[in-house]
């Protein structure tokens, strides 16, 4: 057992660290109305999050990616109840998330917080840090955790404080006093300070410095162990996201493109998408150079995403097969490739290092007798 800065016990996991699963989202739809016309009548629909299913496990990090606007930050809202879902189910611990009104949702926001991307922007400029991260213990205090109690309130920002590196007289600051690293640091703990289960780390170092975002990754880390976290860690950085990860989703349109354990996912993709995502990350050895892969086109609206397959008015893959038509007429399945390996793609079994090759080369760019996928 390890123990949080208020004292209380936290449980922590044995040498395989993840267990069951904590949050299941299923089949999970997140539609913003379009209105038109002199009468502002319903138009149409931007489906952001368009039936989206997936769990994380208890102890776990599972990393999000996707190009900007793919509906990644818009499901991590929806799931804590930023913002009311248009359908679907979710649950943390086997409770319904989407089902909580009043003083049940009220409870049940102890268990699942945010870390937003902007440091700046989600930080009130007008309260000092003690209130920034005591606002959400006077807003859950009651008699049993005597919250409303200001000295008590005080001494529970500044434990939070140095659990994130920071000292704790920083209380009686405000947001400008401090730089880009520490204003995300305060984000932080103003999610710790409730002692959640579960946080959404909605793109948290993004908008830091390179120097910087190595040191709130490495302390994201330690939390996570210290008090026993599962995160849900939104990021479009893929280098990022391996580091920390322990399995990886990749969205595209509002989409799940693929799931997979991290290692499996960036030594073996098996969705087209996802291939040319990996094939852009920079090689830090000079020596080695690998087929990049370069998406046509630009991404379709979420108002009107095609037919069948989102990804296939981009895709390679769909070139090199020579344009098949169930891509455009059929759905795929979100299905099974291999345990723990889920693909959205009829020809997932289609890709190899020479068909990689194929496209690489009919787009004249880099080319190597290396083979990005085996």
């Not at 996991?13 to 038109?36: A, Q, R």
């Not at 399995?247 to 073996?268: H, I, K, S």
Request: net charge positive; hydrophobic share 35%.
């Amino acid at each position: 057992m390890t123990a949080s800065p208020s004292g209380e016990p936290v449980a922590s996991h044995d040498g395989n660290g993840l267990g069951e699963p904590l949050v299941v989202i299923e089949n999970l739809f997140k539609y913003y109305p379009i209105y038109g016309g002199i009468l502002r009548r319903k138009v149409g629909d931007v489906k952001a999050v368009d039936d989206v299913s997936l769990e994380v496990r208890r102890g776990e990090v599972f990393g999000l990616v996707g190009e900007s606007g793919c509906g990644k930050s818009t499901l991590g809202r929806t799931l804590i109840r930023l913002q009311p879902p248009t359908g679907g189910r979710a649950s943390i611990a086997g409770e319904d998330i989407f089902a909580k009104k009043g003083k049940d949702l009220k409870r049940l926001r102890r268990r699942m917080q945010i870390i937003f991307q902007d440091p700046v922007g989600s930080l009130n400029p007008r309260m000092p840090v003690s209130d920034i991260i005591g606002e959400g213990l006077l807003a859950q205090a009651d008699r049993e955790n005597r919250w409303g109690d200001r000295k008590l309130r005080d001494k529970r920002v500044g434990d939070y404080l140095e659990a994130v590196g920071l000292r704790r007289e920083y209380s009686r600051r405000y947001p400008h006093e401090f730089s880009g690293g520490q204003r995300q640091r305060i984000g932080i703990a103003r999610a710790l300070a409730l002692e959640p289960q579960f946080i959404v780390c909605d793109e948290p170092v993004s908008a830091l410095d390179v120097s910087i975002q190595s040191q709130v990754l490495n302390l994201l880390s330690d939390l996570k162990r210290e008090f026993d976290l599962t995160y849900l860690f939104i990021a479009h950085n893929l280098s990022v996201v391996q580091y920390l990860s322990d399995r990886v989703g990749v969205m595209y349109l509002g989409r799940m493109m693929e799931t997979a354990p991290v290692d499996e996912l960036y030594a073996n993709p098996r969705h087209p998408y996802t291939v040319a995502l990996l094939s852009a990350v920079p090689e830090p050895d000079p020596r080695r150079r690998k087929k990049r892969i370069v998406l046509r086109g630009d991404v379709p609206s979420p108002a009107n995403p095609p037919s069948g397959c989102r990804f296939h008015t981009r895709c390679w893959l769909r070139e090199q097969l020579g344009n098949p038509e169930n891509c455009v007429t059929e759905t795929p399945e979100f299905r099974e490739i291999t345990p723990g390996h889920r693909v959205h793609c009829h020809w997932a079994e289609k890709i190899s290092g020479g068909i990689v090759a194929q496209a690489a080369a009919s787009q004249d760019v880099l080319k190597t007798s290396e083979p990005l996928v085996s």
